[in-house]
């Protein structure tokens, strides 16, 4: 390939193959993007946070998307985005389940996972199941 469009099997696999990317959101009005950490499972992209201006503009706004890309070099790279729709985890034992599955994927702490870990009660997970995926990539 030497630029054009991916797969929707090639996007979806490097969506799988990735655990950092870029969220995007709208908080007060305005466009908010943030790394984070997510994973994932074939059907949902799951992520934890602690509450605060992200968790804030998805509650109010559920309309998300997320970035991931690939780089090798200026002329080796491909690119992700999916969209969906916000949906906060609220059944216990799936928010225990997914939380342990998403350290289990990252066993090397962020400080703010750090934070997380020692405060798990406080820690909010999300998914959401993308609808829409495009692709881009050049010379992959």
Known sequence: MTFGKLST????????????????????G?????????????????????AGKK????????????????????????SVIVYGNYEEVTDEHLREHMLAELFRR?????PVESKMSKGISQAIVFRFKP??????????
């Open 131 to 140: 609808d829409s995926i495009t692709g881009v990539g050049e010379s992959w």
């Open 106 to 110: 990252m066993p090397h702490l962020t």
């Open 9 to 28: 099997e090639d996007a979806l696999k490097l969506l799988g193959n990735n655990k950092l990317g870029r969220l995007g959101c709208i908080a007060d």
């Open 55 to 78: 968790i804030n503009a998805l509650r109010a706004n559920p309309r998300i998307c997320l970035q991931v890309d690939e780089i090798e070099d200026s002329y080796h790279w491909r």
């Open 30 to 50: 305005e466009p908010y993007v943030v790394p984070i950490n997510f994973f994932f499972d074939g059907e949902y992209v799951y992520v934890h946070s602690l």
